[in-house]
């Protein structure tokens, strides 16, 4: 399946990210800070490290990454609660907060990050769609940015990183093959992908779903094709905002 180039509502070609900005050292507190802004989406990104691991890790050798995400009650056009409010935490949180963490950890190496735990809290300030995605990327940086800090500390030799993972929306709109959806292209969408990726373009994890019709494998491998081109300028940006 071709992809075209004609124009989308907001100036931009079928395969062109949103402006992208990543900002680092936003928190004087945490290891690890990134707000990231992709279009009108903006991410806050923080990354704790904490000298202590979960049960199941106790006496492994191997550290853990996890992440927590939630969006402030007003990141969309009307008042959310927050999470927990009620002694729970939203399912959709919780399906997110997880493939974040599963995301961070393929690019880890645990056993030389050492029995320490990274958790890297993902919150997102304001929604124009592909909150998880932005979450992973900036969430990256952050917590590279701790590790860093770790290394810099002594308390590691090497920097335990295997590769940079990044990821982005993909999706078919009016029939048309598109990366990087904002809300009202996702909110249309009669296929939509969420891919995770390394710097080099292998797969991590894809969440596609036919929102309004199944999808062919024409256009599956459409959206793949997209989705690599844009993680791998995704991770250019990481890089950048590193200053590697």
């Known amino acids: 399946m071709a992809i075209r180039t004609a124009t989308r509502s907001d100036g931009r070609?079928?395969?062109?990210?949103?402006?992208?900005?990543?900002?680092?050292?936003?928190?004087?507190?945490?290891?690890?800070s990134a707000l990231?802004?992709?279009?009108?989406?903006?991410?806050?990104?923080?990354?704790?490290?904490?000298?202590?691991?979960?049960?199941?890790?106790?006496?492994s050798g191997?550290?853990?990454?996890?992440?927590?995400?939630?969006?402030?009650p007003r990141a969309t056009n009307t008042r959310n609660q927050r999470d927990g409010r009620h002694g729970r935490v939203d399912g959709r949180s919780q399906e997110i907060q997880?493939?974040?963490?599963?995301?961070?950890?393929a690019g880890i190496d645990l056993r030389a990050l050492g029995e320490r735990t990274v958790t890297v809290d993902c919150d997102v300030l304001q929604a124009d769609a592909g909150t998880r995605c932005a979450s992973i990327t900036g969430g990256f940086v952050a917590l590279y940015s701790a590790l860093q800090k770790l290394q810099e500390q002594g308390l590691i030799e090497?920097?335990?990183?295997?590769?940079?993972?990044?990821a982005?929306?993909?999706?078919?709109?009016g029939g048309e093959p598109l990366?990087?959806?904002n809300y009202d292209e996702d909110y249309r969408a009669e296929v939509d992908m969420n891919c995770v990726a390394t710097e080099t373009g292998e797969f991590i994890e894809i969440q596609g779903t036919g929102e309004k019709r199944p999808f062919s494998r024409d256009e599956g491998d459409a959206l793949l094709t997209l989705a690599e081109r844009g993680t791998a300028e995704l991770a250019t940006f990481q890089r950048q905002a590193l200053g590697l």
Request: glycine residues 8%; proline residues 4%; aromatic residues 8%.
């Open 179 to 181: 990366l990087d959806l």
């Open 98 to 105: 997880r493939l974040i963490g599963r995301s961070f950890r």
């Open 62 to 72: 191997e550290g853990w990454v996890t992440a927590e995400y939630a969006m402030l």
């Open 36 to 59: 990231i802004s992709a279009g009108n989406t903006r991410v806050l990104c923080l990354a704790t490290v904490e000298e202590k691991v979960p049960q199941f890790r106790k006496g």
């Open 13 to 32: 070609r079928a395969d062109e990210l949103r402006p992208l900005k990543i900002e680092t050292g936003v928190n004087i507190y945490a290891e690890g």
């Open 158 to 166: 090497t920097l335990p990183v295997r590769h940079f993972v990044s």
């Open 168 to 173: 982005v929306s993909v999706g078919v709109v």
